[in-house]
């Protein structure tokens, strides 16, 4: 059994490894405009694309709901 502390999982916490603004705006503007009209969105991500999906989500969201 493999067990993490909080320490050794704080790098993961703190940042994203690979910021990728370009593709989160993209992604966002996606998202917004299809919730706009009416749809529902749905998005998978994981931790290859910036090192981090638990923040990878809350950038998104953040600029999802700004309706970016």
């Not at 529902?40 to 999802?64: D, F, H, Q, R």
């Amino acid at each position: 059994i493999y067990t993490l502390s909080l320490h050794d999982a704080l790098p993961i916490l703190v940042f994203l490894q690979d910021p990728d603004p370009t593709t989160c705006a993209h992604l966002a503007r996606v998202i917004s405009d299809t919730c706009g009209a009416g749809q529902n969105a749905y998005v998978t991500i994981n931790n290859k694309a910036e090192g981090s999906a638990p923040l990878s989500v809350v950038e998104l969201g953040k600029l999802a709901i700004k309706g970016f």
